[in-house]
């Protein structure tokens, strides 16, 4: 199972890294992402990176800010986030999905964290 850690609440501009260690499975084979759900809204994708590491995608609201990265003899990935803004709030989770496609979207995953929650004040 995924197990998030690094939440907390921040001020406008800050940093914070966020980061998630599997249990009990090696992450290597598996596509990771972090999602975000902000209050009253859907959960979307932040940022995905495929099983090699050299595909990457964020999603445009956090694209320049945010940088992920995986470590496989870990079973970690980080999110480091910069630049935070209060629209960054949310609960973070991080996902798994062991295939070779990456995807971008939410039912293509099957394991997930608990989530952590960020809050950006202004």
């Given at each position: ?63 320049g800010r945010f940088t992920i ?37 939410e039912a293509l995953y099957t ?12």
């Open positions: 199972y995924l197990v998030e850690s690094g939440g907390g609440s921040v001020q406008a501009g800050d940093s914070l890294t966020l980061s998630c260690k599997a249990s009990g499975s090696s992450f290597s084979g598996y596509n990771l992402a972090w999602f975000r759900q902000a209050p009253g809204k859907e959960r979307n994708y932040v940022a995905v990176i495929d099983r090699t590491g050299q595909r990457i995608f964020y999603s445009p609201p956090v694209k990265s995986r470590d496989n003899d870990k079973n970690a990935i980080d999110l480091r986030m910069g630049s935070l803004q209060p629209e960054d709030t949310g609960v973070y989770y991080c996902a798994a999905r062991q295939s070779s496609n990456v995807a971008l979207t394991d997930w964290g608990q989530g952590t929650q960020v809050t950006v004040s202004a």
